[in-house]
Structures are given as C-alpha cells and as structure tokens.
C-alpha cells in the first residue's frame, strides 16, 4: 500500500500478507506462525496500525476472484523479506489469473467501489472539509486509475505504464 509507493503518511496502517508455501507441514505451519506472530508484535510495539493476513498461493488466487479488495492489494504486491521463490510463484500465478480475468469486470468493480466511497465522503470535489484521501478527486482516485491500468495492461509498476505508453510522466 502506502509503504511500499512511497505515500505513507502519518497514522497510515501498514498492510501485510504473509505468503506461505501451499502444502506445507503442520510443524513447518507452527514455525511459521510464530515468526509471524513475533513480527506483528514488534511493529505493534512500536506503533504500527497492521492490516495483516496469512495466506497461501492458492488461497491468493481464490480470494482475488471473490474480493476485489484482495486483487487490487495484489496489484500492489511487494516482496520485503522472505522467499523470493514463493512470491515469484505468487507473481506468476497472479499474472496469469489476470489475464484469464476479463479486464472490464474489474473496471466496472472499481468503478462501483469508488461511487460508493464518494457517496460516503461528498459526491462532490468541493466540500468544505474535503476528505484528501477517500473525497471525489482525492488520492484514492488517482490510485484507482492506477490500479485499473496496471490490471489493463498486466503490470507491476507505474513506470512499466510510462515505458509501454499508457501514461506519461506529465
């Protein structure tokens, strides 16, 4: 999210997913568990709001069909720490259920979440106290239009976007 493009601002939360290797044993699970366990309460403990889930490949690519909020957060997807051989799975396995997916079922998701954010937050750009973020012309537009070219156009970055001529830099 935030973090990883840069924008993270004051009380911003940090979104995790915490990417398990399908099939694993259950004693490899319980390890696994307390390393995670650990490092949410490290950045509890030094203040961190933490939107977090564990999940397996597969489990990725399930809820992605289901919530458009888990495929849009894959969109997003960046590797911190870990291994590099499982997210290279989950980004190829990603990137092929794109482009099994009709792109127009995601723009019309997208489209409908945000008439339902700016109905929330003022249908209108020019409220007194605009909300910056999640207003009608805030930053979860601009992300929103992001968000649908990248899946347009089976992309991991903005600057993919500039260098195939989706967007440019102005």
Known sequence: GG????ELAPHSDLDLLFLIPDN??????????KVIQLTL??????GYTVGHS????SECIKKSNLDITVCTSLLEKRFITGNKENFKLLKDEFTSYVNKTKTLN???????????R???????????EPNVKDGKGGLRDLHTLFWIS???YNVDSI???INIGALTKK
């Not at 973090?3 to 840069?6: A, S, T």
């Open 24 to 33: 694993l044993k259950k004693i490899e699970v319980t390890k696994i568990e």
């Open 106 to 116: 995601f723009v019309e998701a997208k489209l409908e979440e945000s008439e339902l």
């Open 41 to 46: 309460y490290l950045l509890w403990d030094l």
């Open 159 to 161: 600057s993919k976007l």
């Open 150 to 152: 990248k899946f347009a």
């Open 118 to 128: 700016h109905k929330k937050f003022g249908g209108s750009r020019y409220v007194v």
């Open 3 to 6: 973090y990883g493009r840069g």
């Open 54 to 57: 564990t999940r397996t490949i």
